[in-house]
């Protein structure tokens, strides 16, 4: 039997929408790593006052890409410099759709002249793999899935540890007996352990000073117990699958946009391509706001943030439409930051809530009718409330202006998009995204 295609998956459904959207989702937490080690309020805090330890061993997505053509198929359907980009360099990786609507996004590790790494969501390596092979461009590619998704269960090709925190230098330092060399922000340098070689990427997340170690799997053991052991001293905590997904709610990143990829009919060939049950047909939409058309759930790369990335001295898919949109009205990436009481009352019935976390997009109002959509929303428990990374008109953008949040499961095809559900309001404030005053002034300095 035929391994059902995304656009299979369309047809039979009737629509994108209807295929994708699926009122009280659960949403997405890393596999194989315990949900809590300590509590994740301890966790968020780890990463705030100490050291944190994170394993993103299992949940990531990993392409290998390398050939002649591996830098001409990235810089011709990537928005990025690749005039500029050094060996051991990484970059947030940036493909787009000819109506210039991110794929999604996905960190680009250069290994060799003409190798490349790219991990994340497999959206994007879906994108680059198809019209590499369309194209005929001389380049290979080896995959390595999520631990999840991989054939046989077997183990990751990679480790990936990340330490993070103020105390994150000195715990590295006791490691390694002494300070890592010098680094520029997103670049890595070689590192030893006890003769077993690897990478550490400066990196950070929520602002905090930090790297990621990178090496192969037959490593992993001894590096994560290298780690516990000098941290604990100074009061080391791993970090769970639970308070893993909310660091992005405070540094400014969204995950997983909805790929801007489902109704162009130019890329009915693509659609058949990928397969349904990939994270195309499968990543679930949900929430108070609703559309029947899935192009109101695109975003551009400059709504996300990307800008400053995208380079246009050369050409590249969809380099057109970003050049028109690049002064045209658009949405402006915020945080919300919501009302506890309304948190206590809406979300926990009048107690404590626990732990939210929602990739939901909720209609975000004021007086003047829909103005935004939240991306994604969690508990922040350093902060004291729920924060919500979203999406708002540009004139409703500046900080301390008061919102509301309708909290609430539209439940889909049938009822009216602008119908009055009953849903409660939450208040919210909006504040600026990066939230985290070190990730937004000094995070990439260096």
């Known amino acids: 039997m035929a391994i059902p295609s995304l656009q299979d998956g369309i047809d039979k459904a009737g629509s994108p929408v209807a295929l994708l959207w699926r009122p009280n989702a659960e949403p997405w937490t890393p596999e194989v790593v315990e949900r809590e080690y300590v509590g994740w309020r301890q966790e968020q805090a780890a990463w705030h006052e100490g050291v944190a330890l994170l394993n993103l061993s299992h949940h990531m997505y990993d392409l290998w890409i390398e050939g002649p053509d591996a830098t001409r198929v990235l810089a011709e359907y990537g928005a990025n410099n690749f005039e500029k980009f050094a060996i051991g360099q990484a970059k947030q990786y940036i493909p787009v759709t000819r109506d210039g609507k991110i794929v999604t996004d996905g960190i680009l590790l ?3 002249e003409d190798k490349y790494l790219l991990s994340g969501v497999p959206a994007a390596q879906h994108w680059v793999q ?4 369309k194209g005929g461009y ?21 480790f990936r540890y990340q330490l993070q925190g103020p105390l994150a230098l000195e715990l590295i330092e006791n490691v390694f007996g002494g300070p890592l060399p ?22 950070g997340m929520a602002g905090q000073a930090g790297y990621e170690f990178i090496g192969p799997w037959e490593h992993a053991g001894y ?19 639970l308070a893993y997904t909310t660091p992005s709610v405070e540094s400014g990143w969204i995950p997983s946009p909805v790929p801007g990829i489902y109704a162009d009919p130019e890329l009915a060939e693509y659609r058949a391509w990928l397969p349904l049950f990939g994270i195309e ?40 439409a970003l050049l028109k949109a690049k002064d045209e009205p658009r949405r402006t990436k915020v945080t919300l930051v919501f009302d506890a009481d309304d948190v206590r009352r809406v979300v926990g019935g009048g107690a404590d809530p626990g732990f939210v976390l929602t990739y939901a997009r909720h209609r975000v109002e004021t007086s003047a009718g829909l103005v935004g959509a939240t991306m994604q929303t969690a508990s922040i428990d350093p902060v004291g409330t729920v924060l919500a990374q979203t999406l708002i008109d540009s004139a409703h953008a500046e900080p301390g202006t008061e919102v509301t949040v309708v909290w609430g499961e539209h439940p889909g095809l049938g009822t009216d998009p602008e119908a009055d559900l009953g849903f409660p309001r939450i208040r919210a404030t909006v504040q600026a995204s990066p939230f985290d005053r070190h990730a937004r002034t000094e995070y990439r300095r260096g």
């Open 110 to 112: 250069r290994r060799a």
């Open 130 to 133: 198809y019209h590499a092979e």
């Open 138 to 158: 001389d380049v290979a590619f080896e995959t390595d899935p999520s631990s999840a998704f991989r054939p046989g269960g077997g183990d990751p090709k990679l």
């Open 182 to 203: 010098e680094t520029k922000f997103f670049h890595s340098t070689p590192v030893t352990l006890d003769g077993r070689s690897f990478e550490a990427l400066r990196h």
């Open 223 to 241: 590096v994560h117990e290298a780690f516990l052991k000098a941290g604990e001293p100074l009061g080391l905590v791993q970090v769970g699958a």
């Open 281 to 320: 047909g499968k990543r679930p939409l949900n929430g108070s706001y609703f559309s029947e058309d899935i192009e109101d759930f695109y975003v551009s790369p400059y709504e996300l943030g990307y800008g400053r990335l995208i380079h246009f001295g050369h050409d590249f898919h969809g380099r057109d």
